[in-house]
């Protein structure tokens, strides 16, 4: 009785009133640090049933409370997803299997070429023999672009031309590499097709054929949904292992970050930060956390 009487004036009860009432204000929050909206209401959902119900002490704001929640909640996202060393583990397969291949899926223009040159700088710099295939073959002056990227991260190249079937270009290209001596095959492909189910069929038969170790999904930062719906897309049609966020320079608050782990359930492993080599940043969601959540 009496630790009842003491507990109503130590405590209150969040109540789901309350928690609406306050939730709403770090929904908004969250949309404009460029969350996706259904992915707001995932989180702010996840964080409803969590804690209505739980005692606050008196004298903590329901408002700092349940910031301080949706701090964890955030953190549990990143850790569920976990993080991946990919120059580690590219190391270790390439030294385990000969080769290590990985192939780049995600929208025309969203920074798969550009990643994949800094991805291979990066290797380079390590040590990694890195071969990229120029398996879109599709769009014109792709296979120009890669091969120049390519000359300048200190990578090779292998192309079949324009038209060429992708899938053959990334098996040939697997199959040179180990010829060559090569540690890592980078797959580019083609971010278009005719239409979206040519682009996963097409994506499909390359995964089918040449079995990626890894599969990275590169979205542009400034995109926000439309990089998301994408993911969402590969996803659940290839089944993506981790993504890199590019234009990260940009002014992006960098809700997509958020939205991409939370659809996928995916690590983001790398940000891109500008057009060169050598801005790519391995992703630390700690810092990041607190920069989305500006309170
Ligand atoms: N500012 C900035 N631009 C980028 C970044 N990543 C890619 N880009 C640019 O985005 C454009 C499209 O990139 P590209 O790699 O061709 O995209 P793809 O069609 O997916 O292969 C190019 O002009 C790149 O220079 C980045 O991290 N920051
Ligand atoms: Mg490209």
Redesign the pocket.
């Known amino acids: 009785m009496f630790r009842e009487f003491v507990d109503t004036l130590a405590f209150k009860e969040l109540t789901p009133e309350r928690f609406d009432e306050a939730a709403s204000k770090l929904f908004i929050e969250l949309v404009q640090s460029d969350v996706a909206v259904e992915v707001a209401e995932g989180i702010i959902g996840d964080l409803r049933s969590k804690v209505v119900g739980q005692r606050i002490q008196r004298g903590r704001s329901v408002k700092e409370f349940l910031e301080s929640e949706l701090r964890a909640t955030l953190q549990e996202v990143f850790e569920r997803a976990g993080w991946i060393d990919l120059e580690k583990l590219a190391m270790e397969q390439a030294r385990q299997k000969g080769v290590f291949k990985v192939i780049f899926l995600?929208?025309?223009?969203?920074?798969?070429?550009?990643?994949i040159g800094k991805l291979s700088y990066r290797f380079s710099k390590k040590g990694l023999r890195v071969l990229i295939a120029a398996a879109?073959t599709f769009?014109a002056g792709a296979i120009e672009?890669v091969s120049q990227i390519a000359s300048l991260a200190g990578a090779g190249v292998f192309s079949m031309g324009y038209g060429a079937d992708p899938a053959a270009v990334a098996y040939e290209a697997v199959e040179r590499a180990r010829r060559g001596g090569y540690n890592v095959v980078m797959i580019?492909t083609a971010?278009r097709m005719h239409t979206k189910k040519n682009l996963m069929d097409e994506m499909k038969k390359i995964i089918r054929v040449v079995e990626p170790d890894f599969k990275i999904f590169?979205g542009d930062a400034l995109t926000g949904n439309d990089a998301v719906e994408m993911a969402r897309s590969f996803h659940s049609e290839v089944g993506i292992d981790g993504s890199i966020v590019?234009?990260?320079?940009?002014d992006v608050k960098g809700g997509v970050v958020v939205s991409l782990v939370y659809v996928t359930g995916r690590p983001v492993l790398y940000v891109?930060?500008?057009?060169r080599l050598e801005?790519l940043e391995p992703f630390d969601y700690k810092s990041f956390i607190d920069s989305v959540l500006s309170f």
Do not use: E, I, M, Y
């Open positions: 995600g929208p025309n223009g969203h920074g798969k070429t550009t990643t879109d769009r672009q580019d971010g590169v590019s234009k990260f320079d940009a891109g930060t500008g057009q801005d």
